[in-house]
């Protein structure tokens, strides 16, 4: 334990301090009602796959409101700061720049060749998947078929519908698989005309 | 697995009561440590109940690859040197009236036998820093290394924390011998 040099005395204080304690039963019951009234500790989630790990988010209605609101404001506050960028006040004219396009009037056409079909229409996620909604124009002569919409800015999901069957775009990457059996396309919306 | 690592795994799946176990297993050893670094023990058991509580509010963060017991003293020695940071006041007043104590003539005061109250005086003379050292070393028996990991200071500056303890425990013997 004690060196063999040390001094007597320190051994002897050193035994003496080494003698158990003699505790209150009671501080220790009061120490265990304290813990039962806590919480209780769980196993816990690295820090790391909180982050990472995809997590369903459970909100009210009235949660959404207010953070749409939030995000809209956000984007607000952010249009509000790129307008400053060049310097100017909010109040000053711009020259020589164009007005900001609202984000859904960015257009684009859609072009497909089908010689041979009868009817053509543009389906994605723009539209609700509705065959109805964005019927394609045939050119007279060359069987070339095209839609132009407004369109956000993003990536949209999108397929043909060729005499009622569904037929991708060969000249846009494809999306995987949707789950239902078909194979979509995709195409990325830029902010501007994407014509 | 150890019974400690046993304990805190069903403490974590629910169990309450196998906290009880742990506390069971280091209550005692934990009180003395306490009062011998604290010098009573209404300081002690306060620094029991805050570290028995603080262990189990982070039971989930406590790492298997750790002993238990040396997890929960780096707790204890942390809530030791709060409680006497918070209570310093008091505890300078009480080494000034024990040094007074220590020079009165009256021989009575400062040799009263082997008792722990006694005993509990010499330490309280100790510096706080030589105090925990020394209980460490010689009252827990604790390596050197153990007690760099538990208390976070260098091998060698606790060496010469308790070759310092140790000098002025001699140093009190000769002069109680010589007077």
């Not at chain 2, 290394?145 to 208390?151: G, Q």
Request: glycine share 6%.
């Amino acid at each position: 334990m004690i060196d063999s040099e040390q001094h007597p005395y320190v051994e002897w204080i050193a035994r003496e301090a080494r003698r158990p304690v003699v505790t209150d039963p009671v501080a220790r019951e009061r120490l265990m009602a304290a813990i039962r009234a806590e919480p209780a500790p769980t196993t816990r989630v690295p820090f790391w796959r909180r982050v990472v790990e995809p997590r369903a988010l459970l909100l009210s209605p009235a949660t959404m409101g207010l953070l749409a609101a939030g995000l809209v404001g956000i984007g607000v506050v952010a249009g509000g700061l790129a307008m400053n960028r060049d310097g100017r006040s909010v109040d000053q004219p711009r020259v020589g720049v164009a007005p900001q396009l609202p984000v859904s009037d960015t257009v684009v056409r859609f072009v497909l060749v089908a010689p041979q079909a009868e009817t053509v229409s543009l389906v994605g996620d723009f539209n609700g998947w509705d065959s109805t909604r964005t019927p394609m124009a045939r050119a007279a002569s060359n069987g070339v078929w095209t839609v132009t919409l407004p369109l956000s800015v993003g990536r949209h999901v999108y397929s043909f519908l060729v005499d009622g069957k569904w037929s991708v775009d060969p000249n846009a990457p494809l999306a995987p698989d949707d789950g239902f059996g078909h194979a979509n396309s995709v195409r990325i919306v830029r902010k501007g005309s994407a014509l | 697995m150890s019974d400690d690592a046993a304990d805190v795994q069903r403490v974590l799946a629910g169990d309450v009561d196998a906290y009880a176990a742990l506390v069971d297993r280091y209550y005692d050893r934990c009180a003395r440590f306490a009062i011998r670094m604290l010098g009573n023990r209404d300081d002690a058991e306060d620094a029991l109940q805050a570290t028995f509580l603080r262990a189990y509010r982070a039971l989930n963060r406590y790492q298997e690859r750790d002993r238990f017991s040396a997890w929960l003293y780096r707790i204890l020695v942390n809530q030791c040197r709060s409680i006497a940071a918070r209570r310093a006041h008091r505890e300078r007043v009480f080494v000034r009236e024990e040094a007074l104590l220590l020079n009165a003539p009256d021989r009575a005061v400062t040799w009263s036998g082997e008792d722990e109250e006694f005993v509990q005086r010499v330490l309280n003379e100790l510096d706080p820093l030589l105090r925990e050292a020394f209980l460490l070393k010689y009252i827990e028996e604790m390596s050197y290394e153990e007690m760099s990991a538990l208390t976070g200071v260098g091998v060698s500056a606790l060496k010469m924390r308790v070759k310092r303890a140790c000098d002025r425990l001699r140093e009190r013997w000769e002069r109680i011998k010589n007077d």
